[in-house]
């Protein structure tokens, strides 16, 4: 069993469209994340969620909206696709514990999803 | 924001040599990571450190926390072919914030 599956793990688009990307984890944990991965292989954090509320939202147009029905699921919905858009999207979640202890906070990744816009 | 000085970006080492890569910070971190990344997945974790000066291992490979908090290595001894890949260091100040990562050590293995 996948902890942290994601779908579609590619998608391919044209400019000024909208799409949806779905993550799922079954480990449990109470945030899940979304990262963005360019092609330079930077990982950069986009959003998080703790328990459905959102707790960290980077600098990201609004065109990218996370929705988190529970906890186990956050999906990312982007309208109006840009060519700038294209990159591998990697949701994560992980366990945020105030004391440090084996485990604590480690992020668990996806497979990611390799978004392309034409 | 919070920058991770990750170095070296690429390494072309010959199978059965160690290899050794570093982080740096400005900013003290209270978690270390390190991460692998295979061709069309995603991170998986190697190594995480919660104490500074913490050294611990996982069989081939050896991760420390710097004493300062603000660095940390990563050594892989011994490589072999399946250790190619990119590895990143990872590190978060509080238990709430995202992990903030470096930009990648790029590990070529030549025959």
């Known amino acids: 069993d996948t902890a942290v599956s994601q779908t579609p793990k590619y998608l391919v688009t044209q400019m000024g469209n909208d799409k949806s990307i779905k993550c799922e984890q079954n480990?449990?944990?109470?945030?899940m994340y979304w990262y963005k991965q360019d092609s330079k292989k930077f990982l950069k954090i986009m959003f998080s969620?703790?328990?459905?509320?959102?707790?960290i939202n980077e600098t990201v147009p609004n065109r990218f909206s996370p929705k988190s029905p529970d906890k186990a699921h956050l999906n990312l919905h982007i309208n109006s696709l840009e060519l700038g858009d294209s990159a591998v999207y990697f949701c994560?979640?992980?366990?945020?514990?105030?004391?440090?202890?084996?485990?604590?906070?480690?992020?668990?990744f996806g497979a990611g999803s390799r978004l392309t816009v034409l | 924001g919070q920058q991770l000085n990750q170095s070296p970006q690429s390494m072309f080492i010959q199978e059965g040599e160690d290899v050794s890569m570093n982080c740096t910070s400005s900013?003290?971190?209270?978690?270390w990571l390190w991460y692998k990344q295979d061709p069309g997945e995603g991170p998986v974790l190697l190594i995480a450190?919660?104490?500074?000066?913490e050294l611990t291992s996982n069989g081939r490979l050896t991760a420390q926390f710097g004493i300062t908090r603000k660095d940390s290595f990563l050594n892989i001894s011994a490589s072999i072919p399946s250790d190619v890949g990119i590895y990143f260091c990872?590190?978060?100040?509080?238990?709430?914030?995202?992990?903030?990562f470096g930009k990648g050590t790029h590990l070529i293995i030549q025959p």
């Open positions: 994560a979640s992980s366990q945020v514990r105030d004391r440090v202890s084996s485990g604590a906070n480690v992020l668990t």
């Open positions: 480990l449990g944990h109470d945030t």
């Open positions: 969620y703790n328990n459905k509320e959102l707790i």
């Open positions: 900013s003290i971190f209270n978690t």
């Open positions: 450190l919660y104490k500074a000066g």
């Open positions: 990872a590190g978060h100040r509080a238990p709430a914030d995202g992990l903030t």
